[in-house]
């Protein structure tokens, strides 16, 4: 669990997810696949070395929030956006 939360940053919430990658990762690429809200989504991160967070649903590029508390990124998607086989994509 502390892997799910910490580093891949996936918190399921009431009304949906929210999705707050670390702003470290040590590895240049990750891949984790779990159910969530009984939908099985999927998390990759990529460092591609640009510097720039940017997180996709299934190819479509969402808005990020600033969280100065974990001093990353965030995104929360609302349960009717979870569909299963989602794919989230992380990019650095």
């Known amino acids: 669990k502390a892997i799910i939360k910490a580093a891949f940053g996936v918190e399921p919430t009431f ?11 040590p590895t240049t690429s990750a891949r984790l696949t779990l159910d969530v809200k009984g939908r099985s989504i999927t998390v990759a991160y990529k460092n ?12 479509e590029s969402l808005p990020l929030t600033f969280d100065p508390m974990r001093e990353t990124y965030t995104v929360h998607i609302p349960t009717d956006r979870l569909t299963d086989g989602a794919v989230f994509t992380v990019t650095d």
């Open 48 to 59: 591609e070395g640009n510097g720039t967070r940017a997180i996709a649903l299934n190819g």
């Open 15 to 25: 009304d949906g997810l929210q999705l707050t990658p670390a702003a470290y990762f």
